[in-house]
């Protein structure tokens, strides 16, 4: 994965575990969409959690980063698979399976990540 979107998985993961109880609200908006056979977009809740007149509590507005929008897609897909489909993801390289190439080590064909 690039630097740059590794560390916004990271910077994201954190935020989420800083956030337990925001990231409980963008899981139940991500319910009630699927409820509601309503397009899942983390970018919106994103929006929504900068809005102070929008959020059911009084600690808001939030400070979140736009680059956590597709890091929260892959979060919430990782921590609860079963919501994964109704999850758009764009395809990355990085998700895709590392290139592999047969190499020869001492007579002993091993296989190596292809750079």
Same mark, same amino acid.
């Given at each position: 994965? /690039?630097?740059?979107k590794r560390d916004a998985m990271i910077a994201a993961r954190l935020w989420v575990t800083d956030n337990p109880v925001v990231y409980a609200w963008i899981l139940r908006w991500v319910h009630e969409d699927i409820a509601a056979n309503k397009r899942v977009s983390t970018k919106r809740y994103i929006e929504w959690l900068r809005d102070s007149n929008y959020i059911p509590w009084a600690s808001g507005p939030y400070k979140i980063d736009n680059s956590f929008s597709g890091p929260f897609n892959r979060i919430i897909a990782a921590d609860y698979p079963d919501l994964a489909p109704h999850l758009k993801m764009r395809a990355s390289k990085y998700d895709a !399976?590392? !290139?592999y190439k047969e190499v020869d080590?001492? /007579?002993?064909r091993q296989f190596a990540i292809a750079l």
């Open positions: 994965m /690039g630097a740059v !399976p590392a !290139p080590l001492d /007579g002993q």
